[in-house]
């Protein structure tokens, strides 16, 4: 029977949730994994209570309480592909890297981001892809979870553009609305997803959440070290296969960095929301149209001269 669950998310401390985002490499601690599993397990009873979650009900019949009324997390395939627009072969990548909390990202969506559309992607010259870094905590890492249930069912720009709208309301980035799992779910039927498919792809997230903290809750209880429990907390959330998509674009974020020319490095030391590589060179913040327009330009002015050398 799936198990009811509060309609509000009770997040660990940020700082917790920052290091599992950020400390990809946990999700492989097999062996701590299952040790978690089993101090999960353990403590069912202590995390039902303290680990609230964000949804009316958590679980399917493909993801029943286990461990004494709490959801193991659940292992299947990654999602690869990424939320993209325009032609695929388009000489410009650019890749943003954002979050639905972010107000300067929604800024930059209601301002540049139709000029480069119009200008760019439309005519077939911009290949535009779109990547998830957490900065908000709790209620962001939902968010950005259920921008990925929707490009699951292949609608996820047009749940991006709502799930904007919605957490700033009359387009106002000064205040935010914090968004439960019914909220998602309520944007979900608006743009047209099956509902009970999103449904049990949000709330398997949920019930991962909450079996996870439950262990992270009980390992604080035992006096464990905090640094110890974070780590145990992440390697049991990592296995969900939705966290592990959140992990692939922060490991993306990290590869893009690292391959930046020397002379543009020193700007990835204040990387934040929004992030932006052209053709590999970045762009930090939600700058004009002019300033994408001067490095689109330049790399198209690259690819003409590269094409005709050959």
Same mark, same amino acid.
């Given at each position: 029977?799936?198990?009811?669950?509060?309609?509000?998310?009770?997040?660990?401390?940020?700082?917790?949730?920052?290091?599992?985002?950020?400390?990809?490499?946990?999700?492989?601690?097999?062996?701590?994994?299952?040790?978690?599993?089993?101090?999960?397990?353990?403590?069912?009873?202590?995390?039902?209570?303290?680990?609230?979650? *964000?949804?009316?009900?958590?679980?399917?019949?493909?993801?029943?309480?286990?461990?004494?009324?709490?959801?193991?997390?659940?292992?299947?395939?990654?999602?690869?592909?990424?939320?993209?627009?325009?032609? =695929?072969?388009?000489?410009?990548?650019?890749?943003?890297?954002?979050?639905?909390?972010? =107000? +300067?990202?929604?800024?930059?969506?209601?301002?540049?981001?139709?000029?480069?559309?119009?200008?760019?992607?439309?005519?077939?010259?911009?290949?535009?892809?779109?990547?998830?870094?957490?900065?908000?905590?709790?209620?962001?890492? @939902?968010?950005?979870?259920?921008?990925?249930?929707?490009?699951?069912?292949?609608?996820?720009?047009?749940?991006?553009?709502?799930? +904007?709208?919605?957490? +700033?309301?009359?387009?106002? *980035?000064?205040?935010?609305?914090?968004?439960?799992?019914?909220?998602?779910?309520?944007?979900?039927?608006?743009?047209?997803?099956?509902?009970?498919?999103?449904?049990?792809?949000?709330?398997?997230?949920?019930?991962?959440?909450?079996?996870?903290?439950?262990?992270?809750?009980?390992?604080?209880?035992?006096?464990?070290?905090?640094?110890?429990?974070?780590?145990? +907390?992440?390697?049991?959330?990592?296995?969900?296969?939705?966290?592990?998509?959140?992990?692939?674009?922060?490991?993306?974020?990290?590869?893009?960095?690292?391959?930046?020319?020397?002379?543009?490095?020193?700007?990835?030391?204040?990387?934040?929301?929004?992030?932006?590589?052209?053709?590999?060179? *970045? @762009?930090?913040?939600?700058?004009?149209?002019?300033?994408?327009?001067?490095?689109?330009?330049?790399?198209?002015?690259?690819?003409?001269?590269?094409?005709?050398?050959?």
């Amino acid at each position: 029977m799936a198990r009811k669950v509060r309609s509000f998310f009770k997040p660990i401390p940020l700082v917790v949730l920052m290091a599992l985002i950020v400390a990809a490499g946990l999700i492989a601690a097999s062996q701590l994994s299952a040790q978690w599993k089993q101090r999960s397990a353990t403590g069912a009873e202590a995390g039902s209570q303290a680990g609230s979650g *964000i949804g009316a009900e958590a679980g399917s019949g493909e993801e029943e309480a286990q461990a004494g009324g709490e959801s193991s997390p659940s292992h299947e395939a990654v999602l690869t592909e990424q939320p993209v627009k325009g032609n =695929p072969d388009a000489p410009v990548v650019i890749v943003e890297f954002a979050e639905f909390y972010c =107000p +300067f990202c929604a800024r930059y969506l209601w301002e540049t981001y139709p000029k480069i559309e119009e200008e760019y992607i439309d005519r077939g010259l911009v290949r535009y892809e779109f990547r998830n870094l957490v900065v908000h905590g709790a209620v962001a890492l @939902l968010a950005a979870v259920a921008g990925e249930c929707a490009h699951e069912q292949g609608k996820f720009w047009a749940f991006h553009d709502r799930l +904007f709208e919605s957490v +700033f309301p009359g387009r106002n *980035i000064y205040k935010h609305e914090q968004l439960d799992l019914d909220d998602l779910k309520e944007l979900a039927r608006g743009v047209g997803l099956d509902l009970a498919r999103f449904s049990r792809c949000l709330e398997g997230f949920n019930a991962d959440y909450n079996y996870c903290l439950a262990g992270y809750n009980r390992c604080m209880e035992e006096g464990e070290a905090r640094e110890r429990c974070a780590e145990g +907390f992440s390697s049991c959330l990592g296995e969900n296969r939705m966290m592990q998509k959140i992990l692939e674009d922060r490991r993306e974020l990290q590869r893009l960095i690292e391959e930046l020319p020397p002379e543009e490095r020193e700007q990835a030391q204040r990387i934040g929301t929004p992030t932006f590589f052209i053709n590999g060179h *970045i @762009l930090v913040g939600a700058q004009p149209f002019a300033k994408f327009k001067q490095m689109i330009d330049r790399e198209l002015e690259r690819a003409k001269a590269q094409g005709g050398d050959e």
